[in-house]
């Protein structure tokens, strides 16, 4: 019996509610003149008061100095074996803006990107281009024709898009034609498998039309395409864990992940205080909330240490939002690392904190930080067993055996 087929046994329904809070990246590394991570050095008095009153500790996303990305690590959070459900962000980026996908489509995650006179990167993200200007691109590239294949091009925010092929026999065993830094240029897309040689021959065709509709369009002016996937029909968490499951994400591709895993997407926006109502707005109509806080990751990618700092204190903030709902379980953590120093994913340990008053067994930590989470009660854990822990402290797992 494997882990989710565990808990589908034991899962027993309940009134009592969960919140899962990731921000996104939430980990971080010490600064030298201090040695705080900027979770650590932000000012979050309800954060501590919750570590005071729950337990603590470092989730590991994936395994012990693997760096995770974003798909994988959040399915982990929700339970799922992130080495056993292979998602790419293809398919996630297209259910996160609502694109029908069908069981033999290929979806592809884009940026619009600018290269040089020479065909160099100089800027894998065009300037971050408005979304308004990426939707009236996306347009024009809708209209590329490739014999033998349908294709469709949607926006998704700002330099990014979805590229979605349909078709008979294709494959989704594609290598990544962005070479993640700018000085080189646009990979061909390759095979990665045999059977995958006619839709890489596909993709290039695609790309060849949009090299040449792009050329007079500055910054954008060509494409790259990451994370070929097909939808992998994955086990729903509603009838895993029989409960009503909600997600209140901003970011697409978050959207997507909780689609994919049978979540409801509720319209949010931002700031954080306007997810969090959302939340409260839809209170008595689920008993699992997602609720996810981008900016954490965006601001460590972008190397401002301060600015994840300001972030994570505007949650801290607006905290008591969440608290006045008296949730019976409320997590708070991140899918992952993105320390500032870096600006980038990391494989470094993720903290986390779980407050369920009503059955936990408070730890020693008294603030919510990395070396503080380091001694908590959870110690370092896979963030696999984090569902089973909230299920557990709701009431909605039975025993085990005789």
Not at 354 to 381: K, Y
């Amino acid at each position: 019996m494997d882990h989710l087929d565990l808990l589908s046994s034991l899962t027993v329904e309940s009134h009592r509610k969960m919140i899962l809070l990731v921000l996104d990246g939430l980990g971080g590394m010490p600064r030298p003149e201090d040695g705080q991570t900027e979770l650590e050095a932000a000012h979050t008095p309800h954060m501590d008061r919750l570590a005071r009153e729950g337990i603590t500790g470092l989730s590991i996303p994936i395994r012990r100095g693997i760096t995770p990305g974003s798909g994988p690590a959040h399915l982990a959070l929700f339970g799922y074996d992130p080495l056993r459900y292979e998602v790419g962000r293809g398919v996630l980026a297209a259910l996160g803006i609502g694109f029908e996908l069908q069981p033999q489509d290929v979806a592809a995650r884009g940026n619009f990107c600018t290269v040089d006179e020479r065909g160099i990167i100089v800027d894998r993200r065009a300037g971050r281009i408005p979304s308004e200007v990426g939707a009236e691109l996306c347009r024009r590239l809708d209209t590329i024709e490739v014999p033998g294949v349908e294709t469709f091009v949607r926006p998704v925010k700002e330099y990014r898009f979805v590229l979605v092929l349909r078709g008979l026999g294709l494959s989704p065993a594609i290598a990544d034609t962005d070479p993640q830094q700018v000085g080189y240029p646009p990979l061909p897309a390759t095979a990665e498998k045999p059977e995958a040689r006619h839709t890489a021959d596909l993709v290039n065709r695609w790309i060849a039309q949009a090299r040449r509709l792009l050329a007079d369009s500055h910054p954008a002016n060509m494409v790259l395409l990451r994370g070929f996937a097909q939808d992998p029909n994955l086990p729903k968490m509603p009838d895993l864990y029989k409960l009503r499951a909600a997600a209140v994400a901003v970011y697409p591709m978050y959207r997507g992940v909780a689609r994919l895993v049978g979540m409801e997407l509720l319209e949010t926006g931002d700031p954080v205080r306007r997810e969090f109502q959302t939340v409260a707005d839809h209170w008595a109509d689920y008993d699992f909330f997602f609720v996810h806080v981008k900016p954490t990751d965006s601001r460590g990618e972008d190397g401002d240490f301060e600015a994840k700092k300001a972030v994570i204190e505007a949650v801290d903030e607006a905290l008591p939002i969440l608290l006045d709902l008296e949730p019976a379980v409320l997590v708070i953590t991140g899918d992952h690392s993105t320390p500032s120093q870096l600006r980038s994913h990391s494989w470094h340990p993720v903290p986390l904190l779980l407050w369920a008053p009503a059955t936990v067994r408070p730890d020693r930590v008294t603030a919510f930080g990395e070396s503080a989470c380091a001694q908590g009660g959870l110690g370092h854990f896979y963030a696999q067993d984090l569902m089973a822990l909230m299920l557990a402290h709701a009431g909605r797992l039975s025993k085990y055996g005789a």
